[in-house]
Structure formats: C-alpha cells, structure tokens
T-cell receptor, first 114, second 112 residues
Framework: DTEVTQTPKHLVMGMTNKKSLKCEQH?????MYWYKQKAKKPPELMFV???????INESVPSRFSPECPNSSLLNLHLHALQPEDSALYLC?????????????FGPGTRLTVL | EDQVTQSPEALRLQEGESSSLNCSYT??????LFWYRQDPGKGPEFLFT???AGEEKEKERLKATLTKKESFLHITAPKPEDSATYLC?????????????FGQGTTLQVKP
C-alpha cells in the first residue's frame, strides 16, 4: 500500500479564517513533506519533517504552521492567508529523508482564499 | 547551482505514435532521479527511480533511461489515457534533507 491520504479535498476560506489541512500515511515512513503547487508549475517544497521533527522550513510565511503529532500524521494550520496562497497543497512521504527514496504524494487539497 | 530542465514543454502525439521526453540535469552528485505522472488537479503519481548511469526501468508502455547528463522517458505506442504532465525530479548529493529539484514538466496529449 503506497497511499497517502489528504483531507479535505477542497477548502474555501476567507482571509481571517483559521483552518487546517490533514495528511495521513500508514507505510511506516519517517519523512513527511508539505508542498505547494500553482497551476502549470512543479511542486514547491514548504516543509520537511524527519522522525516527527521539523528539519526544513523553506522560508515559508508564519501564516502557515506545520505540525506532526505522530509518525503517521501531518497537519498544516492556516491563518490569515492571502489570495495568492490559493493553490494545490500536496503532502508526501518517504521512508527517510536522508536517503534518496522515492516520495509518494497524496491527492492534494485545493485551497481557495477569498 | 543544481538545475533540472525538461523538454519539450508540451507534446502532442497521435495514438500509437511513439516518442521520448527529455530531462537534463546539472547537479552536484546525483543521488537519484525520479519520474512522476500528474493528472490535472491531482497529486503526482510515482513512476520510476533511477540511481546510476546506464540504468533502465520499464512499466507497461513507459521506459525510463539514465545517462550522466540526462534521462529519457520513452513512450511506446501511447494511448489517450497516457495524456498527463510528466515531472522529472532529482535528489542532489549536496542534500540529505529529502529535498527534490523538479523540472517544469512536459504536458503530453495523446489524440485517438
């Protein structure tokens, strides 16, 4: 099973709202990732968690707050977003971050900020 | 600077018309090259991992090859359901953080 699940599939929020994106994997992977993808562009790395600890923050604005409650779950908390934050948010996982294993992506959450 | 370039940007084929997609890379020590397929509005689907020059991987109508400077994704007798964006990504030797460097993708359209 190489499945990464994400909820919700679609999210519409106002600039003053607080919402969360959720990601789950049961492959025993110890590295999890958040990506942002704009139309006709490749995925852009936001955060990397390795063994439940944040190892990379690609200079992401503080209105995005990641959380890794356990080795299977990854959350992305959203607050005071801007319309330009509208995008497809992808979660991925791999066996470990330090070795070149393939990353498996979830289906994504389509976020629209009004 | 590590860089990945994919060509062509877009490709239109007739059903059954074989072709190849190119992924050129300049990285400081390749640790792995990955091919993904992405359908509109969905997450990338993993296809292949290649680690060293001369390596080849096959799956149905797709075959990926790797040299020291580039990788090819060969599509043999494509069908309309092969229409998608194909992404190439590399893992550089300078990174042990899991970071992938993506190309811009090739959008393939196969007409019946």
């Amino acid at each position: 099973d190489t499945e990464v699940t994400q909820t919700p599939k679609h999210l519409v929020m106002g600039m003053t709202n607080k919402k969360s994106l959720k990601c789950e994997q049961h492959m025993g992977h110890r590295a999890m990732y958040w990506y942002k993808q704009k139309a006709k562009k490749p995925p852009e790395l936001m955060f990397v968690y390795s063994y439940e600890k944040l190892s990379i923050n690609e200079s992401v604005p503080s209105r995005f707050s990641p959380e890794c409650p356990n080795s299977s779950l990854l959350n992305l908390h959203l607050h005071a977003l801007q319309p330009e934050d509208s995008a497809l948010y992808l979660c991925a996982s791999s066996q470990v971050a330090g070795e070149p294993y393939e990353q498996f992506f979830g289906p994504g959450t389509r976020l629209t900020v009004l | 600077e590590d860089q990945v370039t994919q060509s062509p940007e877009a490709l239109r084929l007739q059903e059954g018309e074989s072709s190849s997609l190119n992924c050129s890379y300049t990285v400081s020590g390749l640790r792995g090259l990955f091919w993904y397929r992405q359908d509109p509005g969905k997450g990338p689907e993993f296809l292949f991992t290649l680690y060293s020059a001369g390596e080849e991987k096959e799956k149905e109508r797709l075959k990926a090859t790797l040299t020291k400077k580039e990788s090819f994704l060969h599509i043999t007798a494509p069908k309309p359901e092969d229409s998608a964006t194909y992404l190439c990504a590399v893992r550089a030797g300078s990174s042990n953080t899991g970071k992938l460097i993506f190309g811009q993708g090739t959008t393939l359209q196969v007409k019946p």
